[in-house]
C-alpha cells in the first residue's frame, strides 16, 4: 500500500514558514494562483495557493457522525481523534481536532454534529442494518470496525463511495490500496473510506514491542536489531533466534507462569496470529481472465509458514498470558523481551514504563520478500456511507477536506508529536514507526475470513495453530471447496450491486 508520507519534513516546513497550505481536494478543480511582485521591483514571484473547496458553500447543512465509541483491547477508543472538546484544551491532539473540525465547518458552510455509537462490533449490524432497511438517514457517515462493516457492505447497505463528487482518492490522506483490497474492482467501486481522518487504521496497526534493558542484558546491543530491520535482514528465522534461549524461571517454582521471563509474550492464537500471518505477504488469491478471484493459498510458503508459527508460538521462550490485560502487564513489569498482540496505540499505554522500550514491525517472512508488511486488526475503525444519505456530493466534500486537514494538522499532531516525541524513547523508534505504517495493507484476509466461513486465516492458520497443527495442506483442502464457494458468492454479490 502507498501510504509513504513526508510528515516529518512536511510539518518542519509547515513551522518554518508559519502557516499551513492546503494542497489537495477535487480533481476537476484548477487552483487559481495569484502572483505578487516584491516592493523593491525585483521581479521575485510569491505564490499563494487558493483553496479549491473555498467557492462552496452547503448552507449550513447538518452532517451527522456516528462514531464507534469502544475500547475493545485496553489503548482507547479513536473516537478522540473524530470528536473534539468543542474548544481548545491546551492539549495538542484534541486543538488539532478542533481546529480541524472548525475549519471544515467555516470552510463549507456546514455544521458537523457527532454521535456517539456504544455497540461493539458483533452488536453494531442489527441496529445499523435496521435503520438503513427502514429508509432512514439518521446518519451520513458511520464509523465503526472493519470485520462487520466489510461483510455488510456486500450487502448494498452503503454507498459506492466512487460516486461522490468531491473525492480524490489519488491523495495521500486515502489510503488508497487498502480500501481497494477491500472489494473486487476498486475502479469503479469502494464502499469502505480508510485513511488519515480515520486515524484508527493507524492506531490498530500491530507491531512488536522489545524490551531494550533485556535485549542489552542479553546481547550485544540493541543495535543490532535495529540494524537488522533497517538492513531488511530482519526475517523470522532471525525473530527466532533471539527468543530461543530467553526462558528463564525467575520465581524458582519449576513451573513456566506469568512471573518467569520469556522471549515472546502473546495472547491465544487468535489475534497474536494475524500479524504473522499478514506480515509473510502470503499471496489469498489469484485472479482468472475475467476478474473472477481463485484462492491460491495451496503453496510452500503457507505450508512453511504455518510449521514456522508453531515453532514460534510453542518454543519454550514464548508464553500465552491469558487476557490482553495480563499480556500487557508482563511486557510493562519487564518479565518479556518481545510484546505480541499490541499495536502502535499500545505506545499510548507504555508511556509511563520506567523500563527502555523500543517498536519494531513484524518480520519479513524472508530475505526475499524485501518490505515490511503491517496488519491492522480487524477491528480498526473506518468509514461508511449509508444508502440512505440523502447528501452524497455534500458528505465527499466534507470527508475530503476532512482527510486533507487530518494529513496537515491532525497526523503530525499525534503521530509526529504525540507519538514520535512524547510516546517514543528514542529517534531511531520513530524510524521504526514509518516503517511500521508505511506497511499498511492486506485488509481482505480479516475483512472477510467470517464470510468465507473462516477460512483465510482461521481454518489454515489460527484453528490448526491452536492444536499444534503443522498440516497446512489437509486442512486446506478439507475447506478449499466450501470457501471458493463463499468466494464465488463475495464476488457476485459485489458485482450485482445496484450503484
Known amino acids: 500500500m502507498n501510504t509513504k508520507r513526508t510528515l516529518t519534513l512536511l510539518f518542519a516546513a509547515m513551522l518554518a514558514a508559519g502557516t499551513l497550505i492546503s494542497c489537495g481536494g477535487d480533481d476537476t478543480t484548477t487552483a487559481d494562483t495569484t502572483d505578487a511582485v516584491t516592493a523593491g521591483g525585483t521581479g521575485d514571484v510569491t505564490t499563494e495557493e487558493v483553496d479549491p473547496f473555498e467557492a462552496l458553500d452547503f448552507g449550513g447543512e447538518k452532517i451527522t457522525f456516528w462514531v464507534n465509541s469502544n475500547d475493545y483491547y485496553g489503548s482507547g477508543s479513536s473516537n478522540y481523534l473524530i470528536i473534539d472538546d468543542e474548544d481548545t484544551t491546551g492539549d495538542i491532539v484534541n486543538d488539532a481536532v478542533y481546529k480541524r473540525n472548525s475549519y471544515v465547518e467555516e470552510l463549507l458552510n456546514v455544521e458537523l454534529v457527532f454521535e456517539d455509537c456504544d455497540y ?33 457492505s456486500v450487502g448494498g447497505y452503503f454507498a459506492n463511495v466512487r460516486d461522490g463528487k468531491y473525492f480524490d482518492f489519488s491523495q495521500d490522506y486515502w489510503y488508497a490500496d487498502y480500501m481497494g483490497d477491500l472489494c473486487f474492482d476498486s475502479t469503479t467501486e469502494n464502499y469502505i473510506l480508510a485513511g488519515d481522518f480515520t486515524l484508527d487504521v493507524i492506531r490498530s496497526a500491530h507491531a ?13 546491543s540493541v543495535d543490532e536489531l535495529y540494524n537488522h530491520v533497517l538492513n531488511m535482514t530482519w526475517t523470522q528465522e532471525v525473530f527466532q533466534s533471539y527468543i530461543k534461549d530467553v526462558y528463564a524461571d525467575l520465581n524458582g517454582n519449576g513451573q513456566a507462569d506469568d512471573e518467569d521471563r520469556y522471549g515472546y509474550g502473546y495472547v491465544g492464537k487468535w489475534g497474536s496470529a494475524f500479524p504473522w500471518i499478514l506480515s509473510s505477504d502470503l499471496t489469498f488469491l489469484k485472479y482468472e481472465s475475467d476478474g473472477s478471484p481463485v484462492l491460491a493459498m495451496d503453496n510452500e510458503r503457507s505450508v512453511t509458514l504455518l510449521e514456522r508459527m508453531n515453532e514460534i508460538f510453542y518454543d519454550k521462550s514464548a508464553h500465552d498470558y491469558v487476557g490482553v490485560d495480563t499480556n500487557t502487564n ?9 510484546g505480541g498482540y499490541q499495536r502502535i496505540a499500545s505506545l499510548e499505554v507504555f508511556r509511563d514504563m520506567e523500563i527502555d522500550i523500543g517498536i519494531i514491525p513484524y518480520p519479513m517472512f524472508d530475505e526475499a520478500q524485501g518490505r515490511y508488511v503491517t ?16 447528501k452524497l456530493d455534500t458528505v465527499s466534500a466534507v470527508l475530503e477536506v476532512l482527510g486533507r486537514e487530518s494529513a496537515e494538522t491532525v497526523m503530525p499532531a499525534y503521530y509526529e508529536t504525540a507519538l514520535k516525541i512524547k510516546y517514543s524513547r528514542d529517534d531511531i523508534s520513530s524510524q521504526m514507526l514509518d516503517i511500521v505504517r508505511d506497511g499498511l495493507e492486506n485488509a481482505f484476509p480479516l475483512a472477510y475470513n467470517n464470510y468465507t466461513d473462516n477460512f483465510l486465516v482461521s481454518n489454515t492458520f489460527c484453528t490448526p495453530l491452536g492444536s499444534k497443527s503443522t498440516d497446512f495442506m489437509s486442512n486446506y483442502e478439507k475447506h478449499v471447496d466450501a470457501a471458493q464457494k463463499k468466494i464465488d458468492a463475495l464476488y457476485e454479490a459485489f458485482t450485482s450491486i445496484d450503484n
Not at 496488519?375 to 440523502?390: G, Y
Request: proline share 4%; charged share 15%; aromatic share 12%.
Open 120 to 152: 461493539i462490533w458483533s452488536e453494531v449490524v442489527e441496529p445499523l442494518t435496521n435503520t438503513i432497511s427502514a429508509g432512514d438517514a439518521a446518519y451520513d457517515v458511520v464509523i465503526h470496525d472493519l470485520y462487520p462493516m466489510a461483510n455488510m
Open 208 to 220: 512488536l514491542y522489545v524490551n531494550k534493558e533485556m535485549f542489552n542484558t542479553l546481547y550485544e
Open 330 to 338: 508482563g511486557f510493562m513489569n519487564g518479565y518479556v523481551l518481545f
Open 375 to 390: 496488519a491492522t486488526h480487524d477491528i480498526t475503525n473506518i468509514a461508511i456511507i449509508p444508502t440512505t444519505c440523502n
